[in-house]
T-cell receptor, first 108, second 117 residues
Framework: KNEVEQSPQNLTAQEGEFITINCSYSVGISALHWLQQHPGGGIVSLFMLSSGKKKHGRLIATINIQEKHSSLHITASHPRDSAVYICAVRGFTDKLIFGTGTRLQVFP | DTAVSQTPKYLVTQMGNDKSIKCEQNLGHDTMYWYKQDSKKFLKIMFSYNNKELIINETVPNRFSPKSPDKAHLNLHINSLELGDSAVYFC????????????????FGPGTRLTVL
């Protein structure tokens, strides 16, 4: 069993839908990262958080440290949001442990 | 442009060869990383360097040797390439290493797709 689990593995949505991707982890962490990997392969850091909630545009990330759970929400989804979203946790040794990713496809 | 850059973008080579992948960041960051993404798209850390000093070495075969000539560069040399080394290798950097205290956003390079035939 991975130390970082994401669900769902694959997600299909219609443009405009509200999307939620979940991440659960089983280790102690100092921070959690959400990353986006585009179809072309590039990886972009979306959020880094250790408590509460962060918002960038249509993206919202939340974390519950007690429950060891984080969610990434996309409001008013758009086809350009189609990508793989990866959750990664940072332990206390600076090492990032990655989830297996959630492949999102948004159709017009 | 300020960024993390990697060369080459694609590398196709025969089993048994020795090859290098170069990484450079001009963001002024202290910490650099190498990650491997396998065919199932799973990312795993290989190495981490802070100011030219090795911090993390994640049970990577000793055929893989990172080299950091200065804090802006972290190159990856691979000896005696094997079929299982085929993957996408990502370099990344982050500002400051403070394990357990600060959270450091990581900036990723574009990746190098290595194919071993």
């Amino acid at each position: 069993k991975n130390e970082v689990e994401q669900s769902p593995q694959n997600l299909t949505a219609q443009e405009g839908e509200f999307i939620t991707i979940n991440c659960s982890y089983s280790v102690g962490i100092s921070a959690l990262h959400w990353l986006q990997q585009h179809p072309g392969g590039g990886i972009v850091s979306l959020f880094m958080l250790s408590s509460g909630k962060k918002k960038h545009g249509r993206l919202i990330a939340t974390i519950n440290i007690q429950e060891k759970h984080s969610s990434l929400h996309i409001t008013a989804s758009h086809p350009r949001d189609s990508a793989v979203y990866i959750c990664a946790v940072r332990g206390f040794t600076d090492k990032l442990i990655f989830g297996t990713g959630t492949r999102l496809q948004v159709f017009p | 442009d300020t960024a993390v850059s990697q060369t080459p973008k694609y590398l196709v080579t025969q089993m048994g060869n020795d090859k290098s992948i170069k990484c450079e960041q001009n963001l002024g960051h202290d910490t650099m990383y190498w990650y491997k993404q396998d065919s199932k798209k799973f990312l795993k850390i290989m190495f981490s360097y802070n100011n030219k000093e090795l911090i993390i070495n994640e049970t990577v075969p000793n055929r893989f040797s990172p080299k950091s000539p200065d804090k802006a560069h972290l190159n990856l040399h691979i000896n005696s390439l094997e079929l299982g080394d085929s993957a996408v290798y990502f370099c990344a950097s982050s500002p400051i290493l403070r394990p357990g205290l600060d959270s450091n956003e990581q900036f990723f390079g574009p990746g190098t797709r290595l194919t071993v035939l």
